[in-house]
């Protein structure tokens, strides 16, 4: 792929944070992006990494009527020594394409995809935060933008790749969450897009969000659409229980996220030892544990929250404290394992990680 590059002129560029630690999730975007325009016949043409500006859309955009939109979520680290580090890229890439396949929205080829980012990356490297904890956020995302109003796929999409600095996702930091079991309202049903990481799986989960926020807590954990007992996700993060000596997690049975950090933290509890599964678990079983004291702790993992330890979980107007509330040490070595593998801190033993030459 022949990508050109248009510099923003220096009129046009805006100030880096100057203050790391202040940095907010998602919002300062740096100074380029990268577009590909799709058309029929000739399918993905003029690649490009060009100033962060506007995309014009016409009104009838089908993305703006039938939600064909999907995107991704990555991060660039800066390591000590000033390597540029991505995390499994390819995981990403190919659920991006997974994701497509299934909202009928064409695919491009993964290394196409990752040229185009470290594309990018080589001119915007300069965003990219200095300190452990801050990385420059990356959010791949197609959209379809055919002007037409019936229903069925569209002929014209544009994929563009935009980055930021962030932080913490949640403002808590890597504090325990508090988190609201919804069992009112429902994200996904097997055989829907639950999979899929599409725009509208993120729309049907603002309500219940709201409601739980005015609540006073920080997100919502899912019930199954069908028996609404059964634990699938946080909506932003996969979830795990330590049970006893057990790490439990979903499935991946088609209606929650199969997470790319889901899957590393299953990969290195394995590794240490631990005995992990896979299974259905229900929100009963989860409220026992807790109160039996074998439940000893729950945390979250995805690429914006890594790894958040969950104090509380609320079900029936009910508050059930996780211990003693407090972060557990299974959710802390995971943490630091994974954040060392990503800034090059800790040896890469499965090779996850991708050295971009800047
Ligand atoms: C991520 O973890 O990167 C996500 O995409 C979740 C959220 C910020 C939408």
Redesign the pocket.
């Known amino acids: 792929m022949d990508i050109r590059i248009e510099p923003a002129p220096e009129a046009q560029r805006r100030g880096k944070p100057t203050d790391e630690s202040k940095l907010v999730?998602?919002n300062t975007f740096s100074d380029h992006m990268f577009r590909l325009d799709y058309r029929e016949p000739q399918g993905w043409v003029d690649a490009r990494v060009a100033p962060y500006q506007n995309i014009t859309l016409d009104p009838a955009a089908m993305v703006l009527h039938y939600g064909q939109g999907i995107?991704?979520?990555?991060?660039a680290y800066r390591c000590r020594d000033g390597r540029i580090h991505l995390f499994r890229p390819f995981q990403n890439f190919e659920r991006m394409n997974r994701s497509a396949t299934r909202l009928c929205m064409p695919t491009i080829d993964v290394n196409d995809q990752l040229a185009a980012l470290e594309t990018l990356l080589r001119v915007d490297h300069g965003w990219i935060p200095h300190s452990m904890g801050s990385s420059l956020?990356i959010r791949p995302t197609m959209i379809a933008s055919e002007p037409h109003i019936g229903v069925r796929p569209a002929k014209e999409y544009i994929y563009y790749i935009i980055t930021g600095p962030v932080g913490a996702?949640y403002a808590e930091g890597f504090s325990p969450v508090s988190i609201y079991v919804s069992d009112e309202f429902v994200r996904a049903v097997r055989g829907g897009v639950g999979e899929a990481?599409t725009m509208g799986n993120?729309a049907a989960s603002l309500f219940a969000a709201e409601v739980a926020k005015k609540k006073g807590f920080t997100q919502v954990l899912w019930l199954d659409g069908i028996e609404r007992k059964y634990i699938e996700e946080v909506g932003?993060?996969n979830i795990f229980f330590r049970i006893g000596d057990t790490l439990v997690t979903p499935p991946l049975t088609g209606s929650i996220l199969p997470?790319i950090?889901r899957d590393s933290v299953l990969t290195l509890a394995k590794k240490w030892g631990m005995d992990v599964q896979e299974r259905l678990i229900d929100i009963q079983e989860c409220v026992d544990a807790i109160q039996s004291g074998t439940m000893t702790e729950i945390f979250g993992s995805?690429?914006?929250?890594v790894i958040s330890p969950v104090g509380s979980i609320s079900y029936k107007d009910k508050k059930y404290t996780v211990r003693d509330g407090g972060v557990g040490d299974l959710a802390r070595r995971l943490h630091d394992e994974i954040v060392g593998i990503q800034y090059g801190e800790k040896e890469d033993v499965f090779g996850w990680v991708h050295e971009v030459k800047i």
């Open positions: 999730f998602g995107f991704e979520g990555m991060k956020y996702y990481k993120y932003t993060m997470g950090t995805g690429t914006a929250a």
